[in-house]
Nanobody
Framework: QVVESGGGLVQAGGSLRLSCVASGFTFDDYAVAWFRQAPGKEREGAEGVSCISMGDGRTDYGDSVKGRFTTSSDNTKKTVWLQMNNMEPEDTGVYFC?????????????????????????WGKGTLVNVSS
């Protein structure tokens, strides 16, 4: 399973760093994605925020976060981070990561959804981020 942490309350313009830790396994060459579940929305339709291909380090981002968020990993391949800068109230939501051993390449960000691209068993429970204006 994957376990997220690092959420909290932050003012607009501020920063947070989220962690996604592989518990009991390593990410190997998986494509690890971050999703954002907006308030009142279903997890199944969460917005794709970022993706990193652990095999070659390629990253991709949703249009709403490009230039503000950065995803990265360490050499142990057990942790993926999401650095969020210049945050906006619209960034509020539950952030969860997904890592499916059948997914090695990042799906197209504009159409990526947790349901279509990652098995439900490979989603984390998420961490809550609240950005105040």
């Amino acid at each position: 399973q994957v376990v997220e942490s690092g959420g909290g309350l932050v003012q607009a313009g501020g920063s947070l760093r989220l962690s996604c830790v592989a518990s009991g396994f390593t990410f190997d060459d998986y494509a690890v994605a971050w999703f954002r579940q907006a308030p009142g929305k279903e997890r199944e339709g969460a917005e794709g925020v970022s993706c990193i291909s652990m095999g070659d380090g390629r990253t991709d981002y949703g249009d709403s976060v490009k230039g503000r968020f950065t995803t990265s990993s360490d050499n142990t391949k057990k942790t993926v981070w999401l650095q969020m800068n210049n945050m906006e109230p619209e960034d509020t939501g539950v952030y969860f990561c997904a890592a499916d051993p059948r997914v090695f390449d990042c799906p197209p960000m504009r159409t990526m959804t947790p349901t279509d691209n990652y098995g439900r068993n490979y989603w984390g429970k998420g961490t809550l981020v609240n950005v105040s204006s």
